[in-house]
């Protein structure tokens, strides 16, 4: 951690600050003080990912307000510095409930998101994926090359996107969720309206759900969400889910390199 970061958070008596993650997107600390702890994200990779940090920061504190997101404590766009709460218990993958009591809540708190009314713009998902796309070629022009081909063939699904867009977060893994009274959900930089097939492949794809978990998973969101999922459909979203998530990895993996 750069030490003229802390001099810049409205925070004082520190006592410890340790890494938590060195994540794709941001760089974690826990930061503890003589009034209490805190997480301070540092952003990486917002270029290539088309991350729009002001946005992703207006919208948790929307969702601040609708009490499903930690509260921003601090932004400092120029350094790229977040400071919120530190939650003080497991996240859902760490939390010792039976997997079954997992999914259904997952399904639940899926179904909660995509109610939410948040005023932010509409995802392109062909723009983001020609972006990934583009910044791979700079490392490996065949690869990404691979990969155009691979998501022409997706071209009908990709024109279909949000057609009837919800809130969606679009990375809803266990460990972004904690059970907070009300839950607490973490790490909105993907969230926007967009099309809930692909928020809800995503999070099966993310959390590695086999054939039974997904069913789970998909019941679970039915019954809370009172919509009906139509389960072909969900299988193309699932293939493009994992497509594009083959296409982020490998660029990350560049740009890691690179910088590293």
């Known amino acids: ?20 993650l060195r994540g794709v997107s941001n760089d974690v600390y826990k930061i503890t003080t003589i ?10 990779f917002d270029h290539p990912y088309g991350l729009n940090r002001d946005q992703e920061v207006e919208v948790q504190q929307t969702l601040f307000h609708y009490g499903i997101a930690p509260e921003i404590l601090h932004y400092d766009a120029t350094q790229g510095l977040l400071l919120q709460p530190y939650i003080n218990q497991p996240d859902l993958a760490q939390d010792d409930l039976p997997i079954t009591q997992k999914i259904q ?10 109610r939410l009314q948040v005023d932010v713009p509409v995802w392109s998902l062909r723009g983001r994926i020609q972006r990934y796309c ?14 155009q081909k691979e998501l022409q063939q997706q071209r ?8 009837n867009p919800v ?14 009274e009300p839950p607490t959900v973490i790490d909105w930089e993907y969230a926007g309206l967009g099309e809930c097939y692909f928020d809800l492949a995503n999070c099966i794809h993310v959390n590695q759900f086999d054939a039974n ?5 998909i019941h679970a969101y039915e019954g809370a969400s009172g919509e009906r999922i139509e389960i072909a459909y969900l299988e193309r979203w699932l293939e493009l889910s994992h497509l594009i998530s083959q296409l982020w990895y490998e660029l990350h993996h560049r740009l890691q390199h690179h910088t590293d």
């Open 1 to 20: 951690m750069q030490q003229h970061w802390l001099a810049s958070l409205p925070i004082h008596g520190i006592l410890k600050t340790e890494p938590l």
């Open 35 to 44: 009034n209490g702890s805190y997480v301070l994200k540092h952003f990486r």
């Open 105 to 114: 809540r997952l399904g639940e708190i899926a179904a909660h998101i995509h």
């Open 134 to 147: 583009e910044h791979l070629a700079r490392y490996d022009a065949v690869r990404a090359r691979h990969f």
């Open 156 to 163: 009908k699904l990709l024109d279909s996107f949000a057609n």
């Open 167 to 180: 809130f969606c977060h679009n990375d809803l893994a266990f460990h972004h969720v904690y059970l907070t």
């Open 213 to 217: 978990q997904q069913k789970a998973f």
